[in-house]
């Protein structure tokens, strides 16, 4: 029974709450969804997200790939491929995709942020630090993506 409607916002607020004050660190899932496109319904990305988190990427990349074929304007979906084929080492291929969710979606931050942790990996530190600086533009420099990235530029 809800009472007037508050009954979510309560339940929303107590998420957001738990969710801040908990000591659990962020998973990379988290930082690869626009949160925008988290709430539609043009894909599901929870099976994405656990085969990612629990390092089956090549799983991953052969169900992202279906996905596309329904869905080739989802920007998170090409982050999530770029991601994992990063993690597989390809480089090429992971870079191509960055720029086609980056083309959907020019502020996608999580693609900022992962782009911008492949430039590092294959020696453009100055293209990262440009990616860095999309990022402090779009979320500033509080947000998670931008601290991340930071991070690995200062390493």
Known sequence: ???????????????MVMMLSSPVTVTS?????????????????????????????????????????????NADLFNYLAYSQRKLGDFDSAGQNYERALMIDPEHVGALEYQGELFLQTGKPDMARENLARLEQICGMSCDEYKELSMKIAN
Not at 2 to 14: A, R
């Open 1 to 15: 029974m809800t009472l007037s409607g508050k009954t979510p916002k309560i339940i929303m607020t107590t998420a």
């Open 29 to 73: 899932a988290l930082a690869m969804g626009n949160t925008d496109t988290w709430g539609s319904d043009d894909a599901d990305l929870s099976a994405i997200s656990e085969l990612v988190d629990s390092g089956m990427y090549d799983q991953a990349v052969d169900k992202i790939e279906g996905m596309l074929k329904d869905n080739p304007e």
